[in-house]
């Protein structure tokens, strides 16, 4: 099997180096950024699949979702 280069990734990030460091080591932002990407890629724990909750999660999600696009719509509107 040939070695495959691995994956790189490059954030930019408009704050202080001091903000962004807290970023990474924060409890708080870890635990929001967990969680945002966990909702963009659908992610449900094996604890929540196995108890049947997927379907609930997902649901709760896409209302978030759609409460959000919402929200932006208007503002947008109210802007112009």
Not at 30 to 38: A, E, V, Y
Not at 39 to 63: F, S, W
Request: hydrophobic share 40%; no cysteine.
């Amino acid at each position: 099997m040939a070695h495959q280069a691995p994956l790189k990734y490059i954030f930019y990030f408009a704050a202080t180096p001091e903000k962004v460091w807290e970023g990474f080591v924060s409890r708080e932002s870890n635990r929001i950024l967990f969680i945002r990407i966990s909702e963009m890629i659908g992610y449900v724990t094996p604890k929540d699949m196995l108890a049947g909750h997927q379907q609930e999660i997902q649901a709760e999600r896409d209302r978030k979702l759609d409460a959000a696009k919402e929200q932006r719509k208007n503002r947008r509107q109210g802007a112009a």
